[in-house]
């Protein structure tokens, strides 16, 4: 479904992303993770084509990422960003259908594939009169999502979507997404630096560092069979809290 | 036909158009354009200049107090204007400086060169002068210009153009190795007022000056014979001859009859008995000349009404066309950062040009009027357009942006549906800022004879009259508000 082969991205003279090759297959769910800075946010913005690579390329189905498909391209991804960048001036159900609209899809098709979605991520229809500063974060995340899947996209790209999302909504909202995937079948390429939800979603999670792959696999594999110090180091430091936790409760 | 031919045509067309200006409307009978300067005598031989070819039975129209000589000549020259009151010293020593002309006839001759005329001298030399309060100068012990060496500490304050005039301040500190430092330009007729006040010593005077009486100065001897001759003469085009001979015939019936004393007392009449000066014109020439005129008189409200029309006129064209160029420049200067950087600066330094000097450098290009006057005020509307379009749309998070890209919608479509939308705000402050400095900025177009409530206000400055400063001020300032209110509505609307 996607292929990176050797992309890479300098910012004068720092090296953002080290040539770095990636194959995610359809229907997998693919969870890039690191601590800040380590390229991952990078890699998924390359791929959008948001930044264009200095080396390499970007196969989608196997089309190369190129400017002049670009626009094409990207109705064919869906991307949702840590705030749900909703357009403030627009309604929610503008929001959603903004591109379709553009497209000139046809007015019932629209109407019909709004409710849809509304019904998939669980928001009433009448909420889609509002507007993103009118709603709860988590409901801004759900309309993003929406916007996202509007037009069907193969790829879904979600950039720390529950980020800014305070704990109990974060966790509910996870088991909701998984299983809106699941559902779905989507490809999904997310980036996330919390290794718990990483490991929630991933069928294989691509572990970073300083602009460069540590490793990639299962979380399993990650946790028994470390390619290297940090991969242990990054996940004892989130694990570590949490035991801490069970320790009070005993 | 070239670009200047063509703006200059394009820009007289919508000005005929909205105000059906006599002088530019096609296929009308010949009508003579008068000028004068911007003090009282000026417009009083102006006045008296447009009632004789009125009387001639031509259609006239006189463009009082235009900003300084300059104007009016460069006008004269374009055909602008067909005729004006000049002074034969002021064409020799300063207009005419470089040509070096000793005699009457040699001026005539160039003169001609350039296709002007003059008529015989009108009969008073209105030479320019130094004066100072008389009880001062008796303190002093002062009579001749060159008794002024001994006080430096004297403060002077001279009418803008002497300040730079060749016959002017420069010449007089050269010949008479005047030491005083501390000399301010200002306004001719608010020269009068700072002596009467104290915070001036000593001024220029023209010596036909109804105030040199009036405020009890006295005129200090050019002993050193400085100051040329000034003799009062008309100045036309050439080619008015064949246009309007009747007018010419008439005017050249003023040469010889009004002399000094005349003079000064028909400027007494408007400056200081507070009579028009299409009144103190037409009982001139009613008494030396026996032509009946009757003056127009237009009331208040008429006036009011007319400089209301002249100065939307201005702003409405004016701000229109900034809204049109700039927006499209500041996205411009969004999208290509080189050329944002450059259209910045450009019109951040169109700012910096003082509006007189931005008028008067388009006079050559657009003559006098409404167009340069149009052009000037669009030039000065572009900037905070510009700005603020450029800043409403940077100041987009960029979050938002990529989320627009990220959809696939081309950069022409997140600029309609998302760019300008959020930057309405920004861009709407932006219009209401020129659109404020506009009307503002327009009341100085009647200095190059574009009208507007600038006229009341020159004319009230003029004649030290707050009544008519404040019909020209008041508007402005309602205006302004007005126009603040009506973008505020829109904002309003728009974010509602």
């Given at each position: 479904m996607l292929t990176l082969s050797r992309v890479s991205k300098r910012y004068n003279d720092t090296t953002a992303l080290a040539p770095t090759d990636l194959q995610v297959a359809a229907g997998e769910t693919v969870v890039l993770i690191g601590p800040s800075g380590c390229g991952k946010s990078t890699l998924l913005r390359l791929i959008v084509g948001l930044i264009q690579p200095n080396t390499g390329s970007i196969f989608l189905g196997g089309e190369q990422l190129q400017p002049d498909n670009l626009h094409d391209l990207r109705q064919r991804m869906g991307y949702v960003i840590q705030e749900g960048g909703l357009f403030p001036h627009l309604t929610l159900r503008d929001n959603v259908t903004v591109m379709a609209r553009y497209m000139r899809r046809d007015f019932d098709w629209i109407a019909r594939r709004l409710a849809e979605l509304a019904q998939l991520v669980r928001l009433p229809l009448e909420l889609m009169t509002r507007y993103p500063w009118e709603i709860s974060g988590g409901q801004r995340q759900r309309v993003s999502l929406m916007r996202a899947l509007m037009l069907d996209p193969d790829l879904l790209l979600l950039d720390e979507p529950l980020g800014a999302l305070d704990p109990m909504i974060r966790y509910a909202l996870q088991q909701e997404l998984k299983s809106i995937f699941e559902k779905l079948g989507k490809t999904v390429v997310m980036v996330t630096h919390d290794i718990a939800e990483a490991a929630f979603f991933g069928h294989r999670l691509v572990l970073m560092r300083e602009g460069r792959v540590v490793q990639t696999g299962p979380f399993k594999a990650l946790a028994q069979t470390p390619a290297h110090p940090f991969v242990t180091q990054f996940i004892e430091a989130q694990r570590r809290p949490m035991e801490q936790l069970a320790k009070v409760l005993q | 036909m070239n670009i200047r031919l063509f703006v200059k045509m394009l820009l007289l067309a919508a000005w005929a158009t909205t105000l059906a200006h006599p002088t530019h409307a096609a296929g009308r009978p010949v009508t003579v354009s008068i000028g004068s300067k911007s003090f009282t005598e000026s417009v009083i031989l102006g006045e008296m200049l447009r009632q004789l070819a009125q009387r001639a039975g031509i259609n006239a129209i006189h463009r009082r107090q235009l900003g300084g000589t300059r104007v009016l000549w460069n006008a004269l020259r374009n055909g602008d204007i067909d005729a004006y009151p000049e002074y034969t010293g002021t064409l020799m020593r300063e207009t005419l400086a470089r040509e070096n002309l000793q005699t009457e006839t040699q001026l005539k001759q160039t003169l001609a060169a350039r296709g002007l005329r003059m008529t015989r001298p009108l009969g008073f030399n209105n030479s320019y002068a130094i004066g100072m309060k008389k009880t001062l100068a008796e303190r002093l012990k002062l009579r001749k210009i060159s008794d002024l060496r001994a006080y430096p500490e004297l403060v002077f304050g001279f009418g803008n153009e002497f300040m730079d005039?060749?016959?002017?301040w420069p010449g007089l500190q050269q010949t008479y190795h005047l030491p005083q430092k501390n000399v301010r330009g200002m306004d001719h007729d608010l020269a009068y007022r700072g002596i009467e006040s104290g915070s001036l010593d000593v001024t220029d005077l023209y010596v036909t000056d109804a105030e040199i009486s009036y405020y009890n100065l006295r005129v200090l001897e050019d002993n050193l014979d400085y100051f040329p001759v000034y003799d009062a003469v008309i100045l036309y085009r050439a080619d008015l001859e064949q246009r309007a001979p009747e007018a010419i015939a008439l005017f050249k019936k003023l040469a010889g009859r009004i002399n000094a004393q005349t003079m000064r007392e028909l400027n007494a009449r408007v400056k200081l008995n507070g009579e028009s000066e299409a009144e103190v014109a037409a009982s001139f020439l009613q008494a030396n000349l026996a032509l009946d005129i009757a003056p127009q008189a237009k009331n208040t409200w008429q006036q009011l009404w007319r400089h209301t029309r002249e100065h939307l006129v201005l702003v409405g064209i004016s701000l229109s066309a900034a809204i049109l160029v700039a927006i499209p420049l500041g996205i411009v200067a969004v999208r290509h950062a080189h050329v944002g950087q450059i259209v910045l600066s450009i019109a951040g330094l169109i700012q910096t040009i003082p509006s007189l000097a931005l008028f008067v450098f388009l006079i050559p290009l657009l003559g006098i009027g409404g167009p340069p006057a149009v052009v000037a005020l669009f030039l000065y509307s572009l900037l905070p357009i510009i700005r603020n379009t450029h800043a409403g749309i940077k100041g987009i998070s960029p979050a938002i942006v990529e989320s627009a890209q990220a959809l696939g919608l081309p950069s022409r479509a997140i600029l309609r549906i998302v760019e300008l939308p959020l930057a309405t705000g920004s861009i709407l402050a932006g219009i209401k800022t020129s659109a404020v400095i506009n009307v503002g900025t327009a009341t100085l177009a009647a200095l190059i004879g574009a009208g507007g409530y600038g006229q009341p206000i020159l004319t009230g400055i003029r004649l030290d009259d707050i009544g008519l400063i404040l019909q020209g001020a008041v508007p402005a300032a309602v205006l302004a508000l007005l126009v603040q209110g009506v973008f505020e509505l829109i904002e309003r609307r728009l974010s509602s």
């Open positions: - | 005039r060749a016959d002017g």
